[in-house]
């Protein structure tokens, strides 16, 4: 997620440090089976790295984001996020790696005697994709995925590998159970479709690996016809994440979130006109959002996008208002 507290762009790493303390605590309490433990911050200096013995590390795709604290290339930032391997342990690493980060990747598991485990995209059979998800078979598994987009059924196979890992240590983990598991993921402002009528799409991510996830994702819009709503924040790299993603929307209304780190409507204007041809901008979100859903052409699709914090500010409210705009 976007992080950092108000009025700073750096995170407080006593109050990231405790709400960690507090997390292990419950887990404890709760006598929890297995913990999925996400790190917060790349990984060889996050608190969640006090883990002496981890069941699978698991590296999803690395991109560019903190780099003020990661480093600058993704060689650097995979080297961080290698720092949760441990001596003799079990890895899974998402498949579609930068060559650079893929290969520190590579070289820390065989220093460390790690078993490296890749998922086969070649694998997959796709029977089915559109923007409610994908129908796919893997390893002779047949698998529906609720999430949009190709990463997404990279991702599904990634979590697969690592349930894998968990049976070959013993846990039982019927083929149903996954099945069901991965057919009942709810990813909120990921890809999220809060209307269908018209069709009103938000979306969280906030860095460039995101924004061109998300830019291939548009793909399967009908008719490619896109209004982007957008807000992002000024410690992000704005151009770069708007250079891969404008070029999938035909017009944008750039807004203001609710955070003092974010761009200001009419900033954030200027960058996005440099990459499409028509921007608006107001400095409310939710007026934004409501004269973008007045300017809605019919078969154009309105996208949320460029921060978090748009998608906590709009979200309660997109839906209901988008309802309310087929009755204009």
């Not at 078969?299 to 309310?324: F, M, T």
Request: net charge neutral; with cysteine; aromatic share 4%.
């Amino acid at each position: 997620g976007e992080h950092g507290n108000k009025g700073s762009t750096k995170r407080d790493p006593v109050t990231h440090g405790n709400m960690t303390a507090i997390a292990m605590v419950w887990y404890s309490r709760k006598q929890a089976d297995i913990v999925v433990l996400e790190v917060g911050l790349g990984g060889r200096i996050d608190p969640t790295n006090v883990i002496d013995r981890a069941l699978v590390s698991v590296i999803t795709s690395i991109g560019y984001d903190h780099t003020d604290v990661l480093g600058d290339t993704l060689g650097e930032i995979a080297a961080q996020k290698c720092g949760i391997f441990r001596p003799g342990g079990r890895v899974v690493a998402y498949p579609d790696q930068d060559p650079e980060a893929m290969a520190v990747i590579r070289k820390k598991a065989k220093e460390l005697s790690c078993t490296l485990t890749l998922p086969d995209p070649q694998a997959v059979t796709l029977r089915k994709m559109d923007l409610f998800g994908e129908e796919m078979d893997y390893k002779g598994l047949a698998l529906r995925v609720p999430l949009i987009g190709k990463h997404q059924i990279l991702n599904c196979i990634t979590a697969v590998e690592t349930l894998f890992q968990l049976r070959e240590l013993g846990f039982v983990i019927p083929d149903a159970a996954i099945q069901d598991g991965i057919a009942g993921v709810r990813f909120p402002a990921r890809m999220e479709i809060l209307c269908r009528d018209p069709l009103v799409i938000l979306d969280g991510a906030h860095n460039p690996s995101g924004l061109a996830a998300l830019a291939a994702a548009l793909d399967l819009v009908p008719g490619q016809k896109v209004y982007g709503v957008i807000a992002m924040m000024r410690d992000k790299d704005c151009e770069q994440a708007l250079s891969l993603l404008l070029p999938k929307v035909s017009r944008v209304m750039a807004v203001s979130a609710s955070n003092p780190r974010s761009h200001t409507g009419e900033s954030l204007a200027a960058i996005c006109r440099r990459h499409c041809g028509q921007v608006d901008f107001r400095e409310s979100a939710q007026e934004g959002l409501k004269d973008a859903l007045a300017q809605l052409e019919p078969g154009e699709a309105l996208v949320v996008c460029g921060s978090l914090y748009l998608a906590s500010d709009l979200r309660p409210i997109a839906k209901e208002l988008a309802e309310a705009s087929k009755t204009r």
